[in-house]
Every structure is written in structure tokens, then in C-alpha cells.
């Protein structure tokens, strides 16, 4: 689960009224209603009693609610570093290779042996 989806839960228990629980959070409704739908669906239980008159946390809801800012205000641990790569620096060869050409230098040729 997500701490975004879980963020948006708290709001939601907080608030009581999804419209404005997505107006605090700068969201729209209907991402405010699939988040909490992806809670529901991890706790396996209704969260929320939506009636016509108003909507409550149900008695699983308050639990959620509980676990979910515990949850919220653990801190948060940065991601492990990368591993390196294997292996060291690289070396340069020791062989006798020609040196390089240089742009408007005469080609390096061997010396002639002497007679």
C-alpha cells in the first residue's frame, strides 16, 4: 500500500466528506475514492459507512485509521545505494603500440638500423 493512498485515507477520516477531503488535498474525487478503495481492499473491510445523511468510520475504519498514521509518521528510510560495479580502474596496456597521430605532425615510423 501506498503512503500517498494512506495520506488520503487520514484526510478522508478526518474530513468526513469526500468532496472537501479532496479540495483539501488538491485532488480530484474520483482518485480520492479509488485510493481509498485500494485501502478498503488491503484491509478487506469497509472503511467508511457512506450513508445519506452522512458518512462514518466504521469500527475496522477506526483501526485503519490508527495503524495508517503510526504508519504516516514512522520515518521514512532512503533507498539503499546502488551496488557498484565489479571490477577496478582500468589499466593502461604496456605494449609497444604507435603513438598516436597527431594532426599535422609527420607519421611516426620506426628507426632504420644503422649498418
Known amino acids: 500500500m501506498k503512503t500517498s493512498q494512506l495520506h488520503h485515507f487520514v484526510v478522508a477520516a478526518e474530513e468526513l466528506h469526500f468532496q472537501r477531503a479532496a479540495q483539501r488535498l488538491d485532488i480530484s474525487r474520483q482518485k480520492l475514492t479509488s485510493s481509498i478503495a485500494a485501502v478498503e481492499a488491503e484491509y478487506g473491510a469497509n472503511l467508511f459507512d457512506r450513508g445519506a445523511a452522512e458518512t462514518r468510520l466504521t ?3 477506526e483501526r485503519a485509521l490508527e495503524d495508517a498514521r503510526a504508519e504516516l509518521a514512522k ?3 532512503p533507498p539503499p545505494p546502488p551496488p557498484r560495479p565489479a ?3 582500468a589499466k593502461a596496456s604496456k605494449g609497444k603500440g604507435r603513438a598516436p597521430v597527431v594532426k599535422g605532425e609527420p607519421k611516426p615510423f620506426p628507426k632504420r638500423q644503422g649498418r
Open 87 to 89: 571490477g577496478g580502474k
Open 59 to 61: 469500527r475496522a475504519g
Open 75 to 77: 520515518p521514512s528510510t
